[in-house]
């Protein structure tokens, strides 16, 4: 998981650490003082350091724009307080700290959002530098923040410095007009601007810089996916004119939903600049900018993100992979036995239908023609409503997470990298009264216990394997080889093969085959007429 091609001097610096309730360091934009906290339930201690700006307010003409380096500061400044959230419909959040019983900082959001969070031993040694670990929140980029988590367990436990960074979501995060005016993916580029400053700085901390691991879930698995396997060695290039492959209704569609003259680029720019970050919100949570797919009968898609914009994604990551042009580093991906347990209370039938066809379109490439092939293989001719409900979840999880993990995975074995994978089983017991029987681990279960909070009787602590999973005190954990070893995590460990083995030769046998044949049909039926 590590990317360790960043590089940085860093100079000596005093702190104050030790016993102290409010340790100060000094960062390269100035002196910070933080606060002590001790781990619940234990004695260990921790140095918490929250709202480190890691780059300038990401607003005026820096909208739309990559993220400048921070200003300095003269006095000490405060790191106690959480920073505010991304903008984003706060709705979501609100929602999961309902009905997950979730504590977080307040709600609060800003276009000055560019923060990170840093949690470090008190007692560390600090001649012996720590391994850092970077955590990049999900939420589909378009809601989270780096004060949903608290990395104080995971830091204390594993001896390690835990950074949690935010970036702009969106259309804030994500829009282009595909010229250089806006060449978009500003997220991408506030998360490797935090990196950088992590790399500038995190030895202050007790960090080792040449020891980072990134980690994220969801869409911050997303993240990690693409800034370890492509951006890692380009973040240090210089931005240059290089061709830009997006979406032209995408761009047409934002400019109409905000009444903006489509003339030029530079108008439609200028315009967006002046909406205020509540209208921003409210059009880009509701996906309406996303390309509608053939075939789809959703008004509406989420946003598509990824801009291939020829510097930072010179090409699309699928093909990236496939020509091994990433960087070969130690990965590791983990998926739930349950990937959509959460999302069929959620959306109305209609709603679950587009979105089993935008995973198949988007993630694995199928062609309308062929879903009911797809559609067959998981839901077979059963009029059993459970067998139906069942089936039908494991599609929208395989077809949405687990596949294309599996198929990213592939790429990174075949680098000659080491490569680990995971299965989590185990649900939550807090889950208990909130979600239904059938639904067993869920969607980003396993994030909880990575972070090591309070669990009732019967759950376990998932442990952060930062260097070696075969670490001491750790199950043994299968390289992921050519025999496609895996562990399957629940209240015991054990090692397996092959996950899903024959789900794997549908996708990867099957289906292209019905692809070929589809193909071949339509060009002989075009060749008739």
């Excluded at 000659?416 to 807090?430: D, I, K, V, W």
């Amino acid at each position: 998981l590590g990317c360790t091609d960043w590089t940085a001097t860093v100079a000596a610096t005093s702190s104050s650490w030790g016993e102290s309730l409010n340790p100060q360091l000094f960062v390269s934009q100035g002196r910070l003082q933080g606060t002590q906290a001790r781990v619940k339930g234990t004695d260990r201690l921790v140095n918490v350091f929250l709202g480190i700006p890691f780059a300038k307010p990401p607003v005026g003409s820096l909208r739309f724009a990559p993220p400048e380096p921070p200003e300095p500061w003269t006095d000490v400044r405060d790191a106690t307080s959480y920073p505010p959230f991304c903008p984003q419909d706060l709705t979501f959040l609100r929602r999961i700290q309902q009905t997950w019983k979730e504590k977080h900082a307040p709600l609060i959001t800003s276009e000055d959002c560019l923060f990170l969070n840093i949690y470090t031993p008190a007692d560390s040694d600090k001649k012996t530098k720590l391994p850092v670990m970077v955590w990049i929140h999900g939420g589909n980029f378009i809601f989270g923040g780096a004060s949903r988590f608290d990395g104080s367990a995971l830091s204390a436990y594993e001896d390690v410095v835990v950074v949690i960074i935010q970036y702009r979501l969106g259309l804030l995060g994500f829009f282009s007009t595909g010229d250089e005016h806006a060449r978009g993916n500003w997220a991408y580029l506030d998360q490797i601007a935090a990196l950088q400053w992590i790399q500038k700085n995190v030895e202050h901390f007790g960090g080792n810089p040449g020891s980072v691991t990134i980690f994220g879930v969801s869409a911050g698995s997303v993240s990690v996916s693409a800034l370890v396997g492509v951006i890692c060695k380009l973040a240090m290039t210089a931005f240059q004119t290089a061709p830009i492959l997006v979406f032209v209704n995408h761009i047409q569609k934002a400019a109409k939903l905000y009444a903006c003259e489509t003339t030029s680029s530079v108008a439609i720019v200028h315009c967006l600049r002046q909406k205020t970050k509540e209208e921003m919100v409210f059009n880009s949570s509701l996906g309406q900018v996303g390309e509608t797919l053939p075939g789809n009968k959703m008004q509406y898609v989420p946003m598509i993100p990824l801009v291939v914009d020829g510097v930072l994604l010179p090409k699309s990551p699928k093909e990236l992979l496939a020509r091994k042009e990433f960087n070969a580093v130690p990965y590791m991906i983990g998926v739930t036995n349950n990937e959509f347990g959460w999302n069929v209370r959620a959306y109305a039938l209609e709603t679950l239908a587009s979105l089993v066809w935008i995973s198949l379109a988007l993630a694995l490439s199928v062609p309308p023609e062929v879903l009911p092939v797809v559609i067959n293989e998981y839901l077979g001719d059963t009029d059993d409503s459970a067998e139906l409900r069942d089936g039908f979840l494991d599609l929208l999880g395989d077809a949405a997470i687990v596949m294309p993990s599996l198929e990213t995975l592939n790429y990174h074995r075949e680098s000659g990298a080491a490569t680990y994978l995971f299965e989590y089983q185990h649900r939550p017991s807090l889950y208990r009264d909130t979600k239904p029987a059938y639904v067993k681990a869920d969607h980003a279960d396993e994030v909880a216990f990575v972070f090591g909070g309070p669990y009732l009787a019967g759950d376990i602590r998932l442990r952060a394997c930062v260097q070696n999973p075969n670490g001491e005190g750790l199950a043994e954990w299968p390289s992921y080889n050519l025999d496609e070893g895996y562990l399957e995590i629940n209240l015991e460990q054990k090692k397996a093969k092959q996950l899903k083995k024959k789900r794997v030769e549908f996708w990867t046998k099957t289906v292209p085959e019905k692809i070929k044949e589809k193909s071949g049909e339509d060009k002989k039926e075009h060749e008739e007429l």
